[in-house]
C-alpha cells in the first residue's frame, strides 16, 4: 500500500498532517477543488497546481457516464487522460446518483436510476462503484453510501445509517479481490488506490456514532463525515462534526465532504478535520461571488464601476495583480468566459492561501489566535450583502 498519513502535531483539536499517494504528497488540512468532469470549471490544471492545491477531486457519476470508466481506462487512468499528474480523489458517485439522476430507486442491492444525459438504464451497486473508480485510478476512493435529505426522522435515518454500512462493508470486500486478483473486466489503473469509509446518520449523534464504529470496525484508509451542509443550522454542522470526529482514529485521516464557506473550513479544522472538498470557490465566481480577506463580493454592484483597486489587495494571485475591480465587473456583465476564468483563480486562490494559512497556524501553535482573527474579518463584511 502506498497510502500514508502521517499526524506532524496539533493545536487543540486542529491537526497539522499530510498524507502520500502514489500521485504525490497532500499536505493537511487540505482544501479539494472539484473538477467534476475531470476539469476544474473555467481553470487550467497549471492554474489550479500553482493556486497551492495538491490534490483534485473528480465525479464518478459524471466520468461514468461521460467518457466512461473504461474508455479512461484504456487512456491509461485518469491523471493520465486529464493530464493532472498529481493526486485525485473519486466520490462513489452515489450523491449525483441521488441528486440529479432521474428516477433514482434505491434498493438493497444498489441504486437504480437513469442518466440525465441520454436516460439509459444503469445501477450502481457498492461493488460497481469500487469498480469504475479502480478504471478511474484515482488515489482515493470513497464507498457508496446513501445520501438523505435534510431533515429526516430518525427512523429513516437509522434505515439508511445501516444500509450505508453494509455497502461499505461490501465496497471493502470487492476492493480486497481487485488488490489480490482483478477480474478481467476491471483494469485496476492505479494498484495503490485507498479507500475511506463514510459516517452516516443525519442529525443524530448516537447514530453518528454508531456508523463511525462500524465503519472503523471494517477498516479503511481513512473516514469522511458524509451526509452534512445540506440544509441544516451551521451550529448543528459543527457540533457533529466536532463529535464524530473526536471517535474517529487520530491515526488517520478525516475528510468533511461538501462543506462549504471559508468560516466552515476554520472551525471544522478547529474540530479536528484534515480535508474539505466544495463547488463554492468556483460556483460562486462563475456567479460573480468572491471571497475576499476583507469579506465578500458580488462583482455585478454598480459600486465597482470605476472602482480601480484589486479585488482583494491582500492577494496575490493573477487577477489580484493585474486587473481592477471596475474591469473585472465589466467582464463579469459583458458576459466574456474570462470573466468566469479570472473569478475563479480568484477564489481558488482565496481558498487555498486560507488552507495554507490554517496549516502555518497550526504548525506554530498559533491556531486559536488565527481562528478568531478570521472569523472576525469574515463577520466584519459582507461587502455587499
Ligand atoms: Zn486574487
Not at 20 to 42: D, R, S
Not at 58 to 85: K, M, V
Not at 192 to 220: K, Y
Not at 295 to 320: F, M, Q, S, V, W
Request: hydrophobic share 40%; aromatic share 8%; charged share 20%.
Amino acid at each position: 500500500m502506498s497510502f500514508r498519513f502521517s499526524l506532524h502535531g496539533t493545536d487543540d483539536g486542529a491537526r497539522r498532517g499530510q498524507f502520500e499517494t502514489p500521485h504525490g504528497v497532500v499536505q493537511t488540512p487540505a482544501f479539494m477543488p472539484v473538477g467534476t468532469q475531470g476539469a476544474v470549471k473555467a481553470a487550467l490544471h497549471r492554474d489550479v497546481a500553482e493556486a497551492g492545491a495538491d490534490i483534485i477531486l473528480g465525479n464518478t457519476y459524471h466520468l461514468f457516464l461521460r467518457p466512461g470508466d473504461e474508455l479512461i481506462a484504456r487512456r491509461g487512468g485518469l491523471h493520465r487522460f486529464i493530464g493532472w499528474p498529481h493526486p485525485v480523489l473519486t466520490d462513489s458517485g452515489g450523491y449525483q446518483v441521488f441528486s440529479l439522476a432521474a428516477r433514482c430507486v434505491i434498493r438493497e442491492d444498489g441504486a437504480d436510476f437513469q442518466s440525465h444525459l441520454d436516460g439509459a438504464r444503469h445501477v450502481l451497486t457498492p461493488e460497481r462503484a469500487v469498480d469504475i473508480q479502480a478504471r478511474l485510478g484515482s488515489d482515493i476512493a470513497m464507498v457508496l453510501d446513501e445520501c438523505l435529505a435534510y431533515p429526516t426522522t430518525r427512523e429513516d435515518a437509522a434505515a439508511s445509517m445501516e444500509r450505508s454500512v453494509r455497502w461499505a462493508r461490501r465496497c471493502r470486500e470487492r476492493l480486497a479481490v481487485l488488490r489480490s486478483a482483478a477480474p478481467p473486466e476491471v483494469t485496476v489503473s492505479n494498484a495503490g488506490q485507498a479507500q475511506f469509509g463514510i459516517v452516516q446518520g443525519g442529525a443524530f449523534q448516537d447514530l453518528r456514532n454508531e456508523s463511525a464504529d462500524a465503519t472503523v470496525d471494517i477498516g479503511f484508509e481513512g473516514y469522511a463525515i458524509g451526509g452534512l451542509s445540506v440544509g441544516e443550522p451551521t451550529g448543528e454542522m459543527y457540533a457533529i462534526t466536532g463529535d464524530t470526529a473526536a471517535r474517529l482514529p487520530a491515526n488517520q485521516p478525516r475528510y468533511l465532504m461538501g462543506a462549504g464557506t471559508p468560516q466552515d473550513l476554520v472551525e471544522c479544522v478547529a474540530r479536528g478535520i484534515d480535508m474539505f472538498d466544495c463547488v463554492m470557490p468556483t460556483r460562486n465566481a462563475r456567479n460573480g461571488q468572491l471571497f475576499t480577506s476583507e469579506g465578500r463580493i458580488n462583482i455585478k454592484n454598480a459600486r465597482y464601476a470605476e472602482d480601480d483597486r484589486p479585488l482583494d489587495p491582500a492577494c496575490a494571485c493573477y487577477t489580484c495583480r493585474s486587473h481592477s475591480r471596475a474591469y473585472l465587473r465589466h467582464l463579469y456583465l459583458s458576459g466574456e468566459m474570462t470573466a468566469g476564468a479570472l473569478n475563479t483563480l480568484h477564489n481558488l486562490t482565496f481558498y487555498l492561501d486560507t488552507m495554507r494559512q490554517i496549516r502555518d497556524a497550526i504548525a506554530f501553535r498559533t491556531f486559536e489566535t488565527f481562528r478568531q482573527g478570521f472569523l472576525r474579518s469574515a463577520s466584519r463584511l459582507s461587502l455587499d450583502s
